[in-house]
């Protein structure tokens, strides 16, 4: 039997966060310097993670996407990856996303652990500006990490741009060229109320609808699929058959929590039932008191019972969560 919540949806996908840590500071999602730092002990060994996905994928867990704060300062990751892609061919699909800037010396390793997918966020393709957003100088290493992900095998390749208003929204255009001639799968994300400065302002959310349109202005798009089932985004092909894919990410202005397939884990073992939950549930200590498989098994169900019907962003009572998007894992 697949995990099910109250409201009957299917819980498929599992995003690992391996590290609240990063050494970017994207001004949407950790501008105020290094977190206060998660005791070590309380963080997941590799050994934890790896089991409690193993339990996961018995329950219907069908994809798991590692990500954090920054995965690959977690060291060794690459023993992580081999770990989890035993769990193949259950596990359909192991993916990674991270922001590039070490991915390079990892690529090849990863590829030869079993890694399927990665996702590398670049929000800007001008460098000045691309420092701007995330504190450093390193795009030519995200586009070396493009290149390399590619050499490895690792296409099709997804970048995701989180767009900001009066920060690279004059960029979108720019982006979609550059998914047609380097043939990448771009994912434009509104920006979303997680990021530890509390900046985020309503107005500083571009559109799905606004990115979609200033797009096809120039390159006409023609959408995909009119059914994204639980995808998250709705996907563009070129209508005069260029390569690459735009992909619109709209969680603030076309909510998509009806078909959410997806539960969190957060570094230090704890179920997150949406990105904007107020409760988490503490699955390190059940891990950690001996509890038995199937103990573990109930508490996980009995949580999944518990995800929230949507997120609550539109609404005027809405709370920003404690734990930002570095926390969480995006
Ligand atoms: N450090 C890795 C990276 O940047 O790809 C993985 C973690 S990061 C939290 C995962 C994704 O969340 C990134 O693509 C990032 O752009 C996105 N993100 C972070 N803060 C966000 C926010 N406030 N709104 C929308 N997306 C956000
Ligand atoms: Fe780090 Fe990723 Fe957050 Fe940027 S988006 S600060 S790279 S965790």
């Given amino acids: 039997m697949p995990l099910l919540d109250s409201y009957g949806r299917k819980i498929r996908d599992l995003r690992v966060s391996v590290t609240d840590r990063c050494n ?64 193949k061919p259950a596990l359909h699909d192991l993916a990674l996303t991270t922001n590039g800037f070490d991915l390079p010396r990892h690529a090849a390793a990863f590829k030869d652990a079993g890694l399927d997918r990665v996702t590398i966020s670049l929000d800007s393709l001008d460098r000045e500006k691309f420092a701007e957003i995330t504190a450093v100088d390193a795009l030519e290493k995200v586009i070396a990490a493009i290149d390399s992900a590619r050499k490895y095998g690792f296409e099709p390749i997804k970048i995701n741009a989180v767009i900001v208003r009066g920060r690279n929204d004059d960029e979108i255009v720019d982006f979609a060229r550059f998914a047609r001639e380097q043939n990448l799968k771009i994912r434009f994300i509104e920006y979303m109320p997680l990021d530890s400065g509390h900046g985020w302002q309503r107005d500083q959310v571009v559109s799905g609808r606004e990115i979609v349109d200033a797009i096809n202005a120039v390159y006409p798009l ?49 179920i997150r039932t949406c990105l904007f939950s107020t409760a988490e549930h503490n699955l390190r200590d059940v891990l950690r008191s001996g509890a038995g498989r199937d103990e573990i098994v109930e508490f996980i169900e009995g949580v999944v019972m518990k995800k929230e019907p949507r997120h609550y962003i539109n609404d005027a009572e809405f709370v920003q969560p404690d734990r930002t998007m570095s926390f969480i894992g995006g």
């Fill in 24 to 87: 970017f500071r994207c001004f949407y999602c950790l501008p105020d310097g290094e977190p206060p730092m998660a005791r070590k002990d309380t963080i997941l060994t590799f050994e934890e993670i790896a089991y409690l996905s193993d339990i996961f994928v018995s329950l219907g867990i069908e994809k798991i996407r590692l990500t954090g704060g920054e995965p690959l300062i977690r060291k060794d990751l690459v023993k992580l990856v081999r770990e989890l892609s035993k769990l």
């Fill in 222 to 270: 023609e959408l995909i699929d009119q059914n994204r089932g639980s995808e998250t985004s709705w996907k563009y092909s070129f209508a005069d058959g260029s390569p690459g894919e735009i992909g619109i990410i709209a969680p603030v202005t076309e909510m998509f929590c009806g078909a959410c397939s997806r539960i969190r884990l957060t570094a230090d073992g704890q």
